[in-house]
Nanobody
Framework: QVQLLESGGGLVQAGGSLRLSCASSGRTFSNYAIGWFRQATGKEREFVAVISRNGGATTYADSIKGRFTISRDNANITVYLQMNSLKPEDTAVYYC????????????????WGQGTQVTVSS
């Protein structure tokens, strides 16, 4: 069982930066690909980024490519999402999720989810 806990959200002005963390309590953390998703008010949850089990491969949504960077530290069982050049349209609740089998953009294929952390970008 993998339990995930996001942190690092908050209020930031447009153009600013935040770093989100996704910490796990499970010893099998390195067996999972980890994805970040976000959901804005009134909108469906959307894929943001995903990182492979060993951190060697990453995939990003086009909307954030070049601005966000996903990374992981398996020793400290944490995945990070560095968010730069933030825009008001990045405002959402951000979730991390774990997938045992493969990297995927499909949220329905993730077995474990965190509670989410709110990111608000003011204009």
């Amino acid at each position: 069982q993998v339990q995930l806990l996001e942190s690092g959200g908050g209020l930031v002005q447009a153009g600013g930066s935040l770093r989100l963390s996704c910490a796990s309590s499970g010893r099998t953390f390195s067996n999972y690909a980890i994805g970040w998703f976000r959901q804005a008010t009134g909108k469906e949850r959307e894929f943001v980024a995903v990182i492979s089990r060993n951190g060697g491969a990453t995939t990003y949504a086009d909307s954030i490519k070049g601005r966000f960077t996903i990374s992981r530290d398996n020793a400290n069982i944490t995945v990070y999402l560095q968010m730069n050049s933030l825009k008001p349209e990045d405002t959402a609740v951000y979730y991390c999720a774990a997938n045992l089998n493969y990297m995927t953009r499909n949220s329905f294929q993730y077995e474990h989810w965190g509670q989410g952390t709110q990111v608000t970008v003011s204009s």
